[in-house]
């Protein structure tokens, strides 16, 4: 059964910083991973989406790696503002004929940038 | 484009009443679709897809049902909510295995 774990749980940064935000999951055998951001009691907005044969996508300000040999993922915010404070969600899609493309989620990493 | 619709966006329910959300998508023809749900401290579950019209799997068991009686419509019902249905219920579609796109989500209490 597939696992997700986000690391860290919470981070609070000033404005500017470039962070990083961590993902993993245990089973490698993965369709796609996607990066998703999450405002308070909205839902949920697709960042990137990083396909298995891939290594990296790039948005604006955010980079995300996979390395799906090792199940991680990394989430990289550079120059950080105020807005992008929010819950920042990593999931999974697994490969095979019966995943339908259904998700799973780690618990996020809640994001806050203080000005 | 393509845009997904879910409502209410916030219903308070008492113990033993029945239960109905609805979610449609405009401008794509037989998405798969989803319900998640988002209970407080914990992370989005999966409790049901759907590939096709009448097609429906549930991934955990529980009190709640799910139908599709049109290509672009998903509906979340249950005869009688316990206080353990209380959460954030996001419905979901993907064009097969790729993006997926997010409703607004639904906040249920059940009192």
């Known amino acids: 059964k597939q696992e997700v774990t986000q690391i860290p749980a919470a981070l609070s940064v000033p404005e500017g910083e470039n962070l990083v935000l961590n993902c993993s999951f245990t089973?490698?055998?993965?369709?796609?991973l996607q990066w998703f951001r999450q405002d308070p009691g909205k839902g949920l907005t697709s960042l990137l989406l990083?396909?298995?044969?891939?290594r990296e996508q790039t948005s604006g300000r955010l980079n995300a790696s996979l390395d799906k040999s090792s199940g991680r993922s990394t989430l990289y915010i550079a120059a950080s503002q105020p807005g992008d404070s929010a819950t920042y969600l990593c999931?999974?899609?697994?490969?095979?004929?019966?995943?339908?493309?259904?998700?799973?989620f780690g618990q996020g990493t809640i994001l806050t940038v203080h000005p | 484009s393509q845009t997904i619709h879910q409502w209410p966006a916030t219903l308070v329910q008492p113990v033993g009443s029945p239960l109905s959300l609805e979610c449609t998508v405009e401008?794509?023809?037989?998405?798969?679709l989803y319900w998640y749900r988002q209970a407080a401290g914990r992370g989005l579950q999966l409790l049901f897809y759907s590939v096709g019209i009448g097609q429906i799997s549930s991934e955990v068991p529980q009190n709640l049902s799910a139908s599709r009686p049109q290509d672009r419509q998903f509906i979340l019902s249950s005869k009688k909510l316990l206080l353990s249905d209380s959460g954030f219920y996001l419905c979901a579609w993907s064009p097969w295995v790729q993006n997926a796109f997010f409703g607004q989500g639904t906040r249920l209490t059940v009192v």
């Open positions: 999931a999974v899609s697994n490969a095979g004929g019966t995943s339908y493309g259904k998700l799973t």
């Open positions: 089973d490698s055998a993965i369709y796609n």
């Open positions: 990083i396909q298995s044969s891939q």
């Open positions: 401008g794509t023809s037989n998405p798969n």
